[in-house]
T-cell receptor, first 114, second 112 residues
Framework: AQSVTQPDIHITVSEGASLELRCNYS??????LFWYVQSPGQGLQLLLK??????LVQGIKGFEAEFKRSQSSFNLRKPSVHWSDAAEYFC????????????FGKGTTLSVSS | DAGITQSPRYKITETGRQVTLMCHQT?????MFWYRQDLGHGLRLIYY???????DKGEVPDGYVVSRSKTENFPLTLESATRSQTSVYFC???????????FGSGTQLSVL
């Protein structure tokens, strides 16, 4: 069955430091992969997505992610974190076996220290 | 205004009561989804709909009912609310199965 694992529940990064959030997936075919961000009290917003082609994808707000098929990973990175990046980040894979919906990981909460 | 709106924003109810959460989107997206978000579980799919009058179960459908008589609306009903249904509920829509999901702002439901 399809699944998504985000190994880190909570990460704290200093402002200006680099960031990497991990995501591992289990999927029987070529996956569609997504990263969403959720600010406190808000719905989720798409950061970036991978369907095919170049394995390094660029997203909004200076984020990027790299698809590594051999490692079943889709890690999110940012070279320099800003305080406004503090939020919860969700990795998602899809569609599910029914062919319709995304499967989300449990999320990683990012705190940014000054 | 264009977008996806959920109502109410906050709801407190008692066990055994029926509660309906509303979701409305203005894009005429074919697909609509209901997720619940709980600490330690992330987002779990409750129900989804591929078009008007077509709905299907997700990962955690028990205790919930949905309908979709119009493309733009996708209400979620808790027929007899239980404490375990205390959660934040998100509605989302998309044009296709793997396109970007557009999320509402959520409904925070407390069942006492």
């Amino acid at each position: 069955a399809q699944s998504v694992t985000q190994p880190d529940i909570h990460i704290t990064v200093s402002e200006g430091a680099s960031l990497e959030l991990r995501c591992n997936y289990s999927y029987g075919a070529t996956p569609y992969l997504f990263w969403y961000v959720q600010s406190p009290g808000q719905g989720l917003q798409l950061l970036l997505k991978y369907f095919s082609g170049d394995t390094l994808v660029q997203g909004i707000k200076g984020f990027e992610a790299e698809f590594k098929r051999s490692q079943s990973s889709f890690n999110l990175r940012k070279p320099s974190v800003h305080w406004s990046d503090a939020a919860e980040y969700f990795c998602a894979v899809g569609p599910n076996q029914a062919g319709t919906a995304l499967i989300f990981g449990k999320g990683t909460t990012l705190s940014v220290s000054s | 205004d264009a977008g996806i709106t959920q109502s109410p924003r906050y709801k407190i109810t008692e066990t055994g009561r029926q509660v309906t959460l509303m979701c409305h989107q203005t894009w005429s997206h074919s697909y609509m989804f209901w997720y619940r978000q709980d600490l330690g579980h992330g987002l779990r799919l409750i129900y989804y709909s591929a078009a008007a009058d077509i709905t299907d179960k997700g990962e955690v459908p028990d205790g919930y009912v949905v309908s979709r008589s119009k493309t733009e609306n996708f209400p979620l009903t808790l027929e007899s609310a239980t404490r375990s249904q205390t959660s934040v509920y998100f509605c989302a829509s998309s044009e296709s199965t793997v396109e970007k999901l557009f999320f509402g702002s959520g409904t925070q439901l407390s069942v006492l």
